[in-house]
């Protein structure tokens, strides 16, 4: 019986392996393509002249300008849509859990719509509303973020709920209510600390959201990083695979942290 568990263990193993191992070959070898081509020079000679441009950003912004502006839109849209997200679900996820819990399942409701529209859709309702936002507010790209917002909602929301899944966020706002805090503290002080890894998470994916997303930029004539390597591809093809490459990258890391954000609220739990 033990032989029969010890060689069902390594078939396991070796499965595993071989999965990871696949998985791998399919993910970095086109990165390493993309790294490859970027490194090119004129004879096929190597070369290390793009990404000295691409981390020289004085240069970058003198030789692609439509580049430096799109990574100068997509830092703000960053900021201001994970501010924006953040601002909007963690208050009313906690309230709607703590004072109006029937009204959980029409607010889940609402912010899983926006998977289930599609870009052009959402692009047709919204190129209205941006007319009146031109009106009063502007043409700037930066203004995308209310779009964005609306679109990080189902996975925002998704992180957010299961970290509040996870704790008792009636008995810990009760408890300090009964001590005298206000909500506001009770928010900051008691409920924030407990879901840190969930805001994390909402976060990360808005970020990966945000500069991954091209459509409504480009139906809407603004300007973001996913505009601008389309745009560069076409004069400059070395430097848009090179940002599309720097992009990828950073959604990994991202993703990576993200994991580990949630294997360290699983040990804080389990040894609890």
């Given at each position: 019986m033990a032989g029969l568990r010890q060689r069902r263990a390594r078939r396991q193993r070796t499965l595993r392996w071989i999965v990871v191992t696949l998985f791998a070959v399919l993910v970095l070898l086109p990165l390493y393509a993309m790294f490859e081509f970027t490194t090119r020079g004129a004879g096929d000679s190597f070369t290390w002249e793009t990404w000295r441009v691409f981390f020289d950003w004085g240069t970058l912004a003198e030789t692609y300008p439509i580049l430096?502006?799109?990574?100068?839109?997509?830092?703000?849209?960053?900021?201001?849509?994970?501010?924006?997200?953040?601002?909007?679900?963690?208050?009313?996820?906690?309230?709607?859990?703590?004072?109006?819990?029937?009204?959980?399942?029409?607010?889940?409701?609402?912010?899983?719509?926006?998977?289930?529209?599609?870009?052009?859709?959402?692009?047709?309702?919204?190129?209205?509303?941006?007319?009146?936002?031109?009106y009063f507010i502007g043409g700037s790209s930066v203004t995308l973020f209310f779009a964005y917002t609306i679109l990080a909602l189902p996975f925002a929301y998704r992180a957010i709920d299961a970290g509040l899944s996870a704790i008792d966020v009636r008995t810990l706002s009760e408890a300090a209510r009964?001590?005298?805090?206000?909500?506001?503290?009770?928010?900051?002080?008691?409920?924030?600390?407990?879901?840190?890894?969930?805001?994390?998470?909402?976060?990360?994916?808005?970020?990966?959201?945000?500069?991954?997303?091209?459509?409504?930029?480009?139906?809407?004539?603004?300007?973001?990083?996913?505009?601008?390597?389309?745009?560069?591809?076409?004069?400059?093809?070395?430097?848009?695979?090179?940002?599309?490459?720097?992009?990828?990258?950073?959604?990994?890391?991202?993703?990576f942290l993200l994991s580990f954000a949630g294997r360290r609220r699983y040990r804080e739990r389990k040894t609890s």
């Open positions: 430096w502006t799109g990574m100068k839109a997509s830092f703000w849209l960053v900021l201001l849509s994970v501010t924006l997200t953040l601002v909007l679900l963690v208050p009313t996820v906690v309230w709607v859990r703590l004072r109006l819990p029937r009204l959980r399942r029409l607010v889940e409701f609402i912010s899983l719509l926006p998977l289930t529209i599609p870009a052009i859709v959402l692009v047709v309702g919204l190129a209205p509303v941006y007319a009146w936002v031109v009964s001590l005298g805090s206000s909500w506001a503290t009770v928010m900051w002080r008691v409920v924030l600390p407990n879901i840190r890894s969930a805001v994390l998470s909402a976060a990360f994916l808005t970020v990966a959201l945000v500069l991954g997303e091209f459509t409504i930029a480009s139906l809407l004539n603004r300007d973001n990083i996913q505009v601008a390597v389309n745009q560069l591809g076409k004069s400059s093809a070395t430097m848009s695979v090179a940002v599309s490459l720097a992009a990828l990258v950073l959604a990994f890391v991202l993703l």
